[in-house]
């Protein structure tokens, strides 16, 4: 059986991270009762949440709690839907919210160094200042890389990019008894022994606490449009799919019926550009516009041909600007509120 935190643990956790890295009060822990998921009865506050800074830190926490058999739950941003991060058992939620540096980006091998906690967004606005970009999207940019690395995240760009698995080069995991071990590495190729990388990678923290990611990067797109495709049936949007998946290898392609819609817009106040019973919502990258606008005209002759209820390839809605992609991803993120 597990052990309850008591005033002692406290004192041990706190000599450990400070008492500002120790949270107890009742009312804030409800905050790490678990995650988006929709059904609150699932929750389960801890007794109390540890805010690591380093990964010795993390092994120090990690060390108390094996020896006097504390329950210890990783926690990310907790932007799952699945309840992954519940603390079903109480005891410890360890939040790597704080340990959210970014290390190095190296432009010229492509490659990122940085702590578990820092979130996608803040990545994503590293890379690109360096003309570079972190494929996986998982809708939230709020997420933290940690708990990309944990679930193996991907996301509606996983039709073109494939998931996080794909980009993970190195981590740095605290082992459930604090031993603090490095896999991989920012090196292109390993063939050396078990992949112990890929047996973490996905593991949601069940094996040990991932505390540092070294992920590789990809040049950033010149430009990208999204582009909506109207149906009468959801049937339909859904046979064309292959045929565009074969000739065109869009970024992202997600199916949506109509009746989500209304809902969202009406809480966000923006309108969906197009009205019809089912669409297609397509997103499409490439190193110019007319490259894009190529691949475009030509998912739109596809899309007419499995029944897309326009007329020609002119009546398309094409989100061009990033205010009109802006609109059309928000409401497309909210349909999972």
């Given at each position: 059986?597990?052990r309850?935190?008591?005033?002692?643990?406290?004192?041990?956790?706190?000599?450990?991270?400070?008492?500002?890295?120790?949270?107890?009060?009742?009312?804030?822990?409800?905050?790490?009762?678990?995650?988006?998921?929709?059904?609150?009865?699932?929750?389960?506050?801890?007794?109390?949440?540890?805010?690591?800074?380093?990964?010795?830190?993390?092994?120090?926490?990690?060390?108390?709690?094996?020896?006097?058999?504390?329950?210890?739950?990783?926690?990310?941003?907790?932007?799952?839907?699945?309840?992954?991060?519940?603390?079903?058992?109480g005891?410890?939620?360890?939040?790597?919210?704080?340990?959210?540096?970014?290390?190095?980006?190296?432009?010229?091998?492509?490659?990122?160094?940085?702590?578990?906690?820092?979130?996608?967004?803040?990545?994503?606005?590293?890379?690109?200042?360096?003309?570079?970009?972190?494929?996986?999207?998982?809708?939230?940019?709020?997420?933290?890389?940690?708990g990309?690395?944990?679930?193996?995240?991907?996301?509606?760009?996983?039709?073109?990019?494939?998931g996080?698995?794909?980009?993970?080069?190195?981590?740095?995991?605290?082992?459930?008894?604090?031993?603090?071990?490095?896999?991989?590495?920012?090196?292109?190729?390993?063939?050396?022994?078990?992949?112990?990388?890929?047996?973490?990678?996905?593991?949601?923290?069940?094996?040990?606490?991932?505390?540092?990611?070294?992920?590789?990067?990809?040049?950033?797109?010149?430009?990208?449009?999204t582009?909506?495709?109207?149906?009468?049936?959801?049937?339909?949007?859904?046979?064309?799919?292959?045929?565009?998946?074969?000739?065109?290898?869009?970024?992202?392609?997600?199916?949506?019926?109509?009746?989500?819609?209304?809902?969202?817009?009406?809480?966000?106040?923006?309108?969906?550009?197009c009205?019809?019973?089912?669409?297609?919502?397509?997103?499409?990258?490439?190193?110019?516009?007319?490259?894009?606008?190529?691949?475009?005209?030509?998912?739109?002759?596809?899309?007419?041909?499995?029944?897309?209820?326009?007329?020609?390839?002119?009546?398309?809605?094409?989100?061009?600007?990033?205010?009109?992609?802006?609109?059309?991803?928000?409401?497309?993120?909210?349909?999972?509120?």
């Amino acid at each position: 059986m597990y052990r309850k935190v008591d005033e002692h643990i406290i004192e041990r956790l706190e000599a450990i991270v400070t008492s500002k890295g120790v949270i107890r009060d009742a009312e804030k822990l409800i905050d790490y009762a678990g995650d988006e998921f929709p059904d609150p009865s699932i929750r389960r506050p801890p007794e109390v949440v540890v805010k690591p800074r380093t990964s010795a830190q993390v092994s120090e926490i990690l060390k108390l709690a094996s020896q006097e058999r504390i329950p210890v739950t990783p926690r990310g941003a907790g932007t799952g839907l699945c309840g992954g991060c519940v603390p079903l058992y109480g005891g410890i939620v360890l939040s790597l919210e704080e340990m959210n540096q970014i290390l190095e980006i190296d432009g010229q091998n492509m490659i990122t160094v940085a702590e578990a906690g820092v979130t996608l967004g803040n990545l994503q606005e590293a890379a690109a200042e360096a003309g570079l970009f972190f494929p996986p999207h998982p809708g939230d940019e709020s997420a933290q890389l940690g708990g990309l690395v944990n679930t193996n995240a991907s996301g509606a760009r996983a039709v073109k990019y494939g998931g996080v698995r794909n980009y993970v080069k190195g981590l740095e995991v605290v082992l459930p008894t604090g031993e603090i071990i490095t896999l991989g590495g920012k090196h292109l190729k390993d063939s050396t022994g078990y992949s112990l990388l890929n047996l973490l990678i996905g593991s949601e923290g069940t094996l040990g606490v991932v505390t540092k990611v070294v992920l590789s990067l990809l040049p950033k797109p010149q430009a990208v449009y999204t582009l909506v495709v109207p149906y009468e049936s959801l049937d339909s949007a859904i046979k064309a799919v292959p045929e565009i998946r074969n000739k065109a290898l869009p970024m992202a392609i997600e199916f949506i019926e109509h009746e989500v819609i209304p809902p969202a817009e009406e809480l966000l106040g923006k309108r969906w550009p197009c009205r019809a019973k089912a669409y297609l919502m397509i997103m499409v990258d490439g190193t110019s516009d007319a490259e894009v606008l190529r691949i475009l005209e030509s998912i739109g002759d596809i899309c007419l041909r499995h029944g897309a209820a326009i007329q020609d390839v002119g009546e398309l809605c094409i989100a061009d600007t990033p205010r009109k992609q802006e609109d059309i991803l928000d409401i497309r993120s909210s349909l999972y509120l």
